[in-house]
């Protein structure tokens, strides 16, 4: 999916309008019943709701919404800024409906506080949508604060209040904290960033039918890795496949000590589908992986680390998981690097070595992948203000590097060498454990290995990881849930994408 920046959006929505045709305010009322629908088909615990209007169209939808609730038959009051009683165009049209229901209180946003916030109550969120031109002040400011003190379920209509859609906030910036985010059509891009993303809750996207040949025509740099996505990259086994066909893996890493996070990449590379997989790990770590890894190979890289990386063709290599960064692993690195040429995955403290001198940079083979968290990608890359900032300087080195930079974090960011960039919207808190990333190496790298491009290795791999993750969690729990778990659920996560992919009869 398409992330459209707030001028897009705004394209989007008149050329619906001019070309389905559809008038303005029926496009809202389009986008208010699909909320009111998600509410009632979702609220079942609570009778009452207190819509909280602002001027513009997202108040609007406020109205809207209020009227068809009320119609369902729950307890509406509306609060409006009863100081400035000026409203868009398609907000008054709603606003007038809602006068004529003598059902509906509209109140004062200064009655919020004797406003009685009972345990029945939700509150609905309309101030402010994609229009919002500055930060909250005044009496909006001071709602929103208010609100965010109340313990009752909170959810906001397209974007949290206050919340600038596609730019970073100011840090003190007052922003209504959702439960939920009803949002129109596409993922904002604020949403996915650590910043403003916790402002969301969780994110439900409605289909409120934009024009898809506009969508299809305006092109865009900024992805979400949906299941659309996923459906065009993922292939299905060939039924007259042999071992040969799905490539071969290297998995290089291991020090003494850290065996278990070169064991969790070996582990995910089988089970990502890898034709044939080794592991390139030091002797120490021997017995361990020929017996809890049977299918994968041994090859000896040193005695308690790694001192050398032996070149095979044909391969795809995936370093650093456990790797440590003793000066014998680094020149052993160093060596291979300066002798390879085709594109390989490096993580961790492949990353780490590299980012001890500026030279080295410049032996990642292009089309490579690497993984970084946003540490290691501030040891490589210098410091940042902000995950915005971050990204800005992660598209400048993927393009000036020829490779591609996977930016873990809650929504990784899979960054082409072209300037494009996928967000991953599957995953949870569960996965940040240690160990987490040695299994996003093996991915990818299994992936790498079978044929698919770099970028779909990338996107398809951060994508199985994520989704694994959030059956393990369903299983679990985030808490309980341990990335062994996170590895067994692929097979699930697999056997779901088979019967999509599969014709049905
Ligand atoms: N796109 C779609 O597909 C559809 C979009 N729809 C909906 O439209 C929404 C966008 O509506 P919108 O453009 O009217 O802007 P909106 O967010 O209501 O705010 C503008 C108002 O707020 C004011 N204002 C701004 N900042 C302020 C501040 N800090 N403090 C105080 N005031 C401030 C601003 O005043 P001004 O800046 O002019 O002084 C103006 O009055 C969108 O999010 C979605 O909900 C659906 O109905 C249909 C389909
Ligand atoms: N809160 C979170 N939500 C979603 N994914 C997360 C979260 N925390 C961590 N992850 C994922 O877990 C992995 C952690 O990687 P990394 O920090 O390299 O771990 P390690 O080096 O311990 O294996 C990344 O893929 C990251 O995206
Ligand atoms: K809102």
Redesign the pocket.
């Known amino acids: 999916m398409k992330v459209f920046t707030v001028e897009n959006?705004?394209l989007?929505?008149q050329y619906?309008i001019k070309n389905e045709p559809v008038s303005?305010v029926q496009?809202?009322e389009?986008?208010?019943l699909n909320c009111a629908e998600w509410i009632y088909s979702n609220c079942k615990n609570h009778t009452k709701f207190a819509v909280f209007c602002?001027?513009?169209?997202?108040?609007?939808?406020g109205f809207?919404i209020a009227r068809m609730l009320y119609l369902k038959g729950f307890d509406i009051d509306v609060f409006i800024n009863k100081d400035h009683l000026?409203?868009?165009d398609?907000?008054l049209v709603n606003y007038k409906k809602l006068k004529d229901i003598s059902g509906i209180s509209l109140k004062d946003f200064h009655e919020i506080e004797r406003y009685n916030f009972d345990e029945k109550t939700i509150i609905i969120d309309?101030?402010?949508?994609?229009?919002?031109?500055?930060?909250?002040?005044?009496i909006?400011k001071k709602v929103i604060e208010i609100l965010n003190s109340k313990v009752n379920p909170k959810i906001s209509?397209?974007?949290p209040?206050?919340m600038f859609?596609d730019q970073i906030n100011n840090e003190n910036a007052t922003i209504f904290k959702a439960d939920y985010t009803l949002t129109?059509?596409f993922w904002k891009r604020a949403f996915l960033h650590p910043e403003t993303g916790s402002f969301t809750g969780k994110v439900v996207v409605l289909d409120?039918n934009?024009s898809q040949e506009f969508i299809e025509n305006t092109s865009s740099n900024d992805f979400v890795i949906d299941d659309e996505v996923i459906k065009n990259i993922f292939k299905i086994r060939q039924d007259f496949a042999h071992k040969g066909t799905y490539g071969k893996s290297i998995i290089v890493g291991g020090s003494y000590g850290k065996i278990g996070a070169i064991m969790l990449a070996t582990k995910s590379a089988l089970k990502a589908g890898s034709g044939l997989t080794f592991v390139l790990a030091p002797n120490c770590g021997y017995e361990i992986l020929q017996t809890n890894a049977p299918e994968a190979m041994f090859m000896n890289g040193g005695e308690k680390n790694i001192n050398q990386i032996e070149e095979q063709e044909n391969t795809v290599y995936g370093i650093g998981p456990g790797l440590g960064t003793e000066k014998e692993t680094e020149k052993a690195l160093v060596k291979f690097l300066e002798n390879h040429q085709s594109p390989l995955i490096l993580d961790a403290d492949a990353l780490n070595i590299i980012s001890k001198d500026n030279n080295y940079m410049k032996l990642i083979p292009k089309k490579s992948i690497i993984t970084p968290h946003p540490k290691e990608f501030e040891r490589l890359f210098g410091k940042t203000e902000n995950s915005f900032d971050r990204l800005d300087l992660a598209k400048t080195k993927a393009k000036d590097l020829g490779i591609y930079i996977v930016l873990k974090d809650h929504h990784t960011q899979v960054i082409t060498p072209s300037g494009n960039v996928f967000y991953n919207i599957t995953g949870n808190s569960g996965l940040a454990k240690g160990g987490s990333g040695d299994i996003l190496t093996g991915i990818i790298t299994s992936l790498l290995a079978q044929k698919y491009s770099e970028e779909e290795a990338a996107v398809l791999g951060v994508w199985l990881h994520g989704k694994a993750a959030d059956f393990a969690a369903e299983k679990y729990s985030k808490e309980a849930m341990q990335p062994t778990d996170v590895i067994n659920e692929l097979g699930n996560v697999f056997l779901d994408l088979n019967k999509k992919a599969t014709t049905q009869l």
């Open positions: 959006i705004r989007a929505d619906t303005s496009l809202m389009r986008a208010a602002g001027n513009g169209n997202n108040g609007g939808d809207a000026k409203f868009s398609d907000a309309a101030l402010f949508g994609t229009g919002l031109s500055r930060n909250p002040e005044g909006f209509i397209d974007i209040s206050g859609a129109f059509q409120i934009l």
